[in-house]
Nanobody, 123 residues
Framework: QVQLVESGGGLVQAGGSLRLSCAASGRTFSSYAMGWFRQAPGKEREFVAAISRSGDWTNYADSVKGRFRISRDNAKNTVLLQMDSLKPEDTAVYYC????????????????WGQGTQVTVSS
């Protein structure tokens, strides 16, 4: 398994930007597809974005398309989530996750999870 640690969360005003980072341990990072999920209070964890092992494929939730961008650096064992034009409804704990499936399309495909980082967007 891979260990994941998120960082970069915080408080931002609506319309602002944040960049989340996920650092992965181990030498097999490039063998995992990666994803970002989020969970707001009282709601289920939901998919945000995913990226394939090489970074040639990405997928986004409709709610974040055109505003968020996922990327990865396999040499640095990191995956990033650039979040622009943030809205109050983006407020949630954001989780980084790893999948041994090449093109994971749902939460069940991800087997390793970070501890989460809080993102709060004020109106």
């Amino acid at each position: 398994q891979v260990q994941l640690v998120e960082s970069g969360g915080g408080l931002v005003q609506a319309g602002g930007s944040l960049r989340l980072s996920c650092a992965a341990s181990g030498r097999t990072f490039s063998s995992y597809a990666m994803g970002w999920f989020r969970q707001a209070p009282g709601k289920e964890r939901e998919f945000v974005a995913a990226i394939s092992r090489s970074g040639d494929w990405t997928n986004y939730a409709d709610s974040v398309k055109g505003r968020f961008r996922i990327s990865r650096d396999n040499a640095k064992n990191t995956v990033l989530l650039q979040m622009d034009s943030l809205k109050p409804e983006d407020t949630a704990v954001y989780y980084c996750a790893a999948s041994s499936v090449g093109y994971p399309d749902n939460l069940a495909r991800f087997g390793s999870w970070g501890q989460g980082t809080q993102v709060t967007v004020s109106s």
